[in-house]
Nanobody, 125 residues
Framework: QVQLVESGGGLVQAGGSLKLSCVVSGRTFSQYVRGWFRQAPGKEREFVAGIETWNTDTTYYADSVKGRFTISRDNAKNTVYLQMSSLKPEDTAIYYC?????????????????WGQGTQVTVSS
């Protein structure tokens, strides 16, 4: 059984940084797509960043975080990271790590098969 466990969330002032981690345990292929999503109160869950690894690592970002967030992975540690910089109050949300049991990137939450429990990120103004 595959499990995803996020950590690293917290409270930070606007302009600050946080680094989220997601440890993937259980049997899974390292080439499966990993993604980060977020959900703010009263809003739908939205794609934040993803990494496609079947050939070379290709990263994807939502326009709202491009240039500020960086997704990366460490296969030896079965961990995916989301480095968040220049944080804004509108980045406040629960952040979820997700695994898509396929090799091609998709951006809809329904395209992902396994989810972590989420970690809260709060950015104060």
């Amino acid at each position: 059984q595959v499990q995803l466990v996020e950590s690293g969330g917290g409270l930070v002032q606007a302009g600050g940084s946080l680094k989220l981690s997601c440890v993937v345990s259980g049997r899974t292929f390292s080439q499966y797509v990993r993604g980060w999503f977020r959900q703010a109160p009263g809003k739908e869950r939205e794609f934040v960043a993803g990494i496609e690894t079947w050939n070379t690592d290709t990263t994807y970002y939502a326009d709202s975080v491009k240039g500020r967030f960086t997704i990366s992975r460490d296969n030896a540690k079965n961990t995916v990271y989301l480095q968040m910089s220049s944080l804004k109050p509108e980045d406040t949300a629960i952040y979820y790590c997700a695994l898509r049991r396929a090799y091609d990137m998709r951006f809809g939450s329904n395209d992902y098969h396994t989810w972590g429990q989420g970690t809260q990120v709060t950015v104060s103004s």
